[in-house]
């Protein structure tokens, strides 16, 4: 049993005596709070989402089923320590009870009934599940993805493409879907406390509800505050134990390898050829149970390699797919030992200590402590790849597998530091092949010298700064000299404007209409028109080959490109024009949240009333990231903003897009989302006698 605690923001606060207890009541007052969410989530690992919402989760189920995220987790929560078996279990037990008084009445449940016109009954949780949910939250969060864009790239324009199109904006463009993050700690030199200070804002798809969870943890052991992942015990990404304080940020690491496999057809199955000759692949044959519609049938093959997760090309008597080698399904561990390690850290040295233990995907982080210590470290496993190996997917055949990679030493910090992304100043931690853009970390810096805050409140304008490096990369490709009249004044006004991607700004939107213009005309050129060749990947990898997003990913690239270079005067010059008369930045950039039921036909969309207007762009560090060319409605961006304060916790911020509460109709389900659009994060509290009791845990 514990106690149950909440402030004005709906957050809870959980009150118990020891850890099993503590697991068990985050477990049940997430099913209370969170239960559509982490349902939809449980099924996404078992790849049975389409029992729930139809023909809308097809494929990814079908991807699940190939990767076999759902074994994954059985074999990490079965291989992993005890003590980590018991916290995860009995997490478990806490979602079970709570799913059962409260959860399963979530009214998107009701809804989907409704649109089906049949009922289908939750089944309980087991105990594998909320690693399962882990999983998923990394599953695609990798590298991999872009991978196969640069095999697409390589077969379809030539390999001298794939470092023009290399699938992140390193350089100043647009970044994609798996790019994401800022954080930055300051020595208590720089402080008025004299005690460090960390903050940050994770950059992820905006899912409704959103994907973190403020949350306090509590018992005889540790008091925390942090993010939690709905659906997963602890707080793994963000949190404050008072004595010491950590964020992550992506490491943009190569933590996947993908093998080009042949695979030729044998009785009973298949064979894979590999640098030991032809072997045989593990075979599963499963069927989707498509709610509304009618099954279908998945052969998941696994070879020596890894997980075959695309689909199968035949070639001749054989046939081409492209396997992952995931370290969690390697060493059947999903890095669930960090997150109790992680709450009972009481130094920098114990966080890092405790992300010894974390396996994807690989981050950087920062940590500090209320003895002065700021450390930054990379964690996470990866292949023992050279750079050259990490470009594109490697050839079954002639690629042997590679040992995980011993991490690079931890290092202090003495004055700032900051992570965003960025292709790393230390060579021993580039263990990615390409990165986000430097701007947001450039711009960080600039801030943070410029503004020499000293105190957490004094953050607010670098979360908020809204200079776009999309602009900085783009407008050195404004044609000069004469110009129609439109086309002109489009011009003029663009070289007078500020750069910054302001809701209210005028010219930011014409710039946003420029580049959407100029993205399309750049996307539909001759040169690029192999690439509008089908992928064939499998549907599930759209998101990261869609050419026209792509093309927005490396458009100043593309710009300076030999093939199109002697164009783009008249492609500029066209797209001014196209941009003539565009409204203010905010009336096309607007939220656009991702709720599982705007892909289900004639279900009600519970984020279509959230579509406030943003500023910012998406490289900049006040991030709204769009899709030039696709859409200016802002699909992904900062999922939460925090900032911890080591010499008083109760000084700390947070927030996020949305809300503490998954239910549409709470008053917590959105009452964050003004507070975060004008950048306007809530103090922690950890008062115990400012908070309101709620119903308590763990009573039938």
Do not use: K
Request: aromatic fraction near 6%; charge should be negative.
């Amino acid at each position: 049993m514990a106690d149950v605690y909440r402030d004005d923001l709906g957050i809870p606060h959980l009150r118990a005596t020891d850890v099993g207890d503590l697991a068990e009541a985050q477990g049940e007052v997430t099913a209370r709070d969170r239960g559509w969410q982490i349902e939809v989530d449980r099924l996404r690992a078992a790849g049975r989402l389409s029992e729930l919402i139809g023909a809308a989760g097809l494929a990814w189920d079908v991807f699940a089923r190939r990767a076999r995220l759902d074994d994954t987790a059985r074999r990490a929560l079965e291989g992993t320590d005890a003590e980590t078996r018991a916290f995860v279990t009995r997490y478990a037990e806490g979602v079970r009870r709570g799913m059962a008084s409260v959860g399963a009445g979530a009214t998107e449940f009701r809804a989907l009934d409704d649109v089906f016109g049949d009922t289908r009954p939750l089944e309980p949780w087991a105990d594998h599940d909320p690693l399962g949910v882990l999983h998923v939250a990394h599953a695609l969060f990798s590298t991999f993805p872009l991978l196969l864009w640069r095999e697409h790239v390589a077969s379809t324009l030539g390999d001298e493409w794939v470092d023009v199109l290399a699938g992140y904006g390193d350089g100043g463009d647009e970044a994609l879907p798996t790019s994401g993050s800022n954080a930055w700690a300051l020595h208590g030199s720089r402080t008025a406390s004299g005690m460090p200070l960390l903050a940050g804002d994770p950059h992820r798809m905006f899912e409704l509800p959103g994907v973190y969870q403020q949350v306090r943890l509590a018992c005889d052991e540790f008091d925390v505050v942090g993010l939690a992942f709905p659906g997963v015990p602890g707080v793994p990404h963000f949190g404050h134990t008072g004595d010491a304080a950590w964020g992550v940020t992506n490491a943009m690491a190569h933590s996947v390898d993908v093998f080009r496999e042949r695979l030729r057809r044998v009785s009973g199955g298949y064979e894979a050829l590999g640098t030991d000759g032809w072997r045989g692949v593990d075979v599963e044959r499963s069927v989707i149970v498509v709610r509304g519609g009618d099954p279908v049938e998945v052969e998941a093959l696994e070879t020596e390699r890894g997980t075959v997760v695309t689909e199968l090309r035949a070639d001749g008597d054989e046939y081409v797919a492209w396997s992952v080698r995931m370290a969690a399904r390697t060493n059947a561990d999903l890095g669930a030992g960090a997150l109790l390690a992680l709450l009972r850290s009481r130094s920098a040295d114990d966080v890092v200590t405790a992300f010894g233990r974390w396996v994807d995907p690989v981050n950087r982080v920062l940590a500090a402590d209320r003895g002065g210590a700021v450390l930054s470290a990379t964690v996470g496993v990866t292949p023992d790849r050279p750079r050259a190996e990490r470009r594109l997917p490697l050839r079954a055949e002639s690629a042997a597998v590679a040992a995980d990679r011993v991490n690079a030493a931890t290092v202090g910090v003495a004055d700032t530091a900051i992570d965003a992304n960025e292709r790393p100043s230390r060579t021993e931690i580039g263990l990615g092949w390409a990165y986000s853009s430097s701007h947001r970390a450039e711009r960080i810096g600039v801030l943070l010298d410029e503004l020499r805050p000293r105190s957490v409140a004094e953050f607010v304008p670098v979360w908020g700064d809204t200079a776009s490096g999309s602009a900085a990369a783009l407008l050195p490709f404004l044609p000069r000299g004469p110009l129609p009249g439109s086309a002109a004044a489009v011009r003029d006004a663009l070289l007078e404007w500020d750069g910054r991607m302001e809701a209210a700004s005028a010219a930011a939107g014409v710039f946003a209409a420029w580049r959407d213009a100029l993205v399309r005309r750049v996307a539909a050129h001759s040169a690029l028109r192999p690439l509008h060749t089908p992928h064939g990947f499998g549907a599930i990898f759209d998101p990261w080959l869609g050419v026209t997003g792509q093309v927005a990913a490396a458009l100043a690239r593309l710009l300076a490109h030999p093939a199109l270079r002697d164009d783009v005067g008249g492609l500029a010059a066209a797209a001014l024009d196209d941009a003539a008369g565009a409204a203010e930045w905010g009336a096309t950039h607007r939220l656009l949240p991702l709720h599982v039921l705007a892909d289900v036909p004639g279900a009600a969309d519970p984020g279509a009333r959230l579509d406030v207007p943003l500023s910012g762009d998406g490289d900049a560090v006040r991030c709204t990231g769009s899709t030039p060319g696709v859409t200016d409605r802002a699909w992904r961006g900062s999922v939460a903003r925090w900032a911890w304060d080591l010499a008083d916790r109760e000084q700390s911020l947070w927030s996020v897009p949305f809300g503490a509460a998954g239910d549409p109709a709470s008053p917590h389900f959105a009452d964050q989302l003004t507070g975060w659009t004008d950048v306007e994060p809530r103090r922690v509290v950890t008062d115990w006698a400012r908070l309101r009791p709620d119903a308590p845990t763990g009573v039938a």
